[in-house]
Each structure stands twice: as structure tokens, then as C-alpha cells.
């Protein structure tokens, strides 16, 4: 229980809002005061995000955690905001391509493309848009200058408009890296799950979040370290 810093009673009754803060006045010395706001502690907020990239939504890590899941929501949020973009080497001898559906709001198709780098066995980048041309291009410009051997993908019609023709290798046969980081996404995402009561209501939180599990997956999460 707060007291008044004044007289250190606690015999105290609310006066009004000043600058979006409570301000309190003291029956015993008269005295007005406001009680300085004290956030969570950072070790919750990490808690939360280590639970929502093991696949909890907001509501359950709130309920876990004992705060608001709009707190949760927005700790991930400003999780995702600061993250830095992702290291990978100069040279990647072996690229796989994919891309997987979900949605925005509850009807709105999306994809997530994601390029993957089999023998350094992480995530190298992502595009979210359509499944268009226009999207895998703008992942192939994150991703070229470190194209130096084969880049291998399905038989999407798109990937022949993206990927230069000299590094471009189209089987199923030659996808499995990357099909088997689609289903870590699926798994460690509850957004992305299929037939779940999670789903993406905005475009920049799944970003977000595609990225924050990215970078966990690479141990390139900062905050976890």
C-alpha cells in the first residue's frame, strides 16, 4: 500500500488526474501527491515471450503469468520493434525457397515466404505478402548477394521470374530443409496453427512474430541471452 511521501500516512482519498496520472491528497497533512507508475519486471516480460515462441497465445500467458494479455500482446510487440536484422554468412552454397499460407483476420489469405540455408541449418529471411511475384522478389533481394551455389525450390511458376535462371534447381525432392522449418513455424507459432482460436489480426505482428521465432531458432535473440 502506497502513503503519502509527505507524512508517511496512509490516510489518503483520490484528487483527480494530472497528466494521465492519479493524483491522491492526504487528510492528515494536506498534502497532494502522485505515485510513480512501476512497470513489470523485465524477467516477466522474458517469460512471456519464451512462452510464446514455445506456442502460447496471449490469453493463456497472461492466465499463466497473472497479468493482462494486453500487457503479453504488447511486450511481443516491442519485442519484435527492436529486433535487428538477421546475420547470416557472406556465402550460402545452398538455398531453399518456400512459401506457406495462413491469414489475416479470420478470411484474408497471406504468405509467409521463408528462405532457409541447409547446411548452416538456420533461417536466413522472410517476405510476408502474397503469393505473387512481387513478394518472392523482395525476399530474393534480401537474400541474393549471398546466393553462391544452388538455390532449390518447388514448382511454383513465381520462382522462375525470381531466381536467375544459373542458381535455380525446381524439385520437391530438394525442399525438405525448409518444409521442415514451415512445420517449427506451425508448431511454435499458436497463430499459425491450423483450426486454432489464435489468428493474426494485423500484418506487423506477424511479422513480428515470424521474425522473433527466426531469430530464437538462429540463437540470434538477444533478450533470451
Given at each position: 500500500?502506497?502513503n503519502?511521501?509527505k ?7 483520490k ?10 491528497f492526504c ?8 505515485v510513480?507508475?512501476?512497470?513489470k ?16 497465445g496471449f490469453r ?9 494479455h ?6 511481443i510487440?516491442s519485442?519484435?520493434?527492436?529486433l535487428?536484422?538477421?546475420r ?7 538455398i ?18 521463408i ?19 512481387e ?10 548477394d549471398m546466393?553462391k ?5 518447388d ?24 518444409e ?28 513480428h ?14 533478450i533470451?541471452?
Amino acid at each position: 500500500m502506497k502513503n503519502c511521501p509527505k507524512c508517511k500516512s496512509q490516510n489518503f482519498r483520490k484528487d483527480g488526474i494530472v497528466k494521465a496520472r492519479q493524483r491522491y491528497f492526504c487528510k492528515d497533512c494536506n498534502h497532494h501527491f502522485t505515485v510513480e507508475h512501476v512497470g513489470k519486471p523485465n524477467k516477466l516480460k522474458r517469460d512471456a515471450l519464451i512462452l510464446y515462441l514455445e506456442g502460447l497465445g496471449f490469453r493463456s500467458i497472461g492466465r499463466f503469468l497473472n497479468v493482462s494479455h494486453v500487457s503479453v500482446f504488447n511486450w511481443i510487440k516491442s519485442f519484435g520493434e527492436k529486433l535487428e536484422e538477421f546475420r547470416n554468412p557472406e556465402d550460402i552454397e545452398i538455398i531453399e525457397l518456400d512459401e506457406m499460407h495462413t491469414y489475416i483476420g479470420s478470411k484474408k489469405y497471406c504468405w509467409i515466404w521463408i528462405a532457409v540455408d541447409r547446411n548452416g541449418h538456420r533461417f536466413i529471411n522472410c517476405e510476408i505478402g502474397t503469393r505473387g511475384t512481387e513478394t518472392g522478389i523482395k525476399l530474393w533481394e534480401k537474400i541474393e548477394d549471398m546466393a553462391k551455389g544452388i538455390v532449390c525450390a518447388d514448382y511454383w511458376k513465381a520462382y522462375n521470374e525470381i531466381v536467375p535462371k544459373e542458381f535455380l534447381v525446381q524439385s520437391k525432392a530438394e525442399t525438405f530443409t525448409v518444409e521442415g522449418y514451415n512445420s517449427l513455424l506451425r508448431h511454435f507459432l499458436a497463430r499459425l496453427r491450423r483450426k486454432t482460436k489464435c489468428y493474426t489480426k494485423a500484418k506487423h505482428m506477424l511479422v513480428h512474430s515470424v521474425k522473433l521465432l527466426m531469430m530464437k531458432r538462429n540463437n540470434q535473440l538477444a533478450i533470451l541471452f
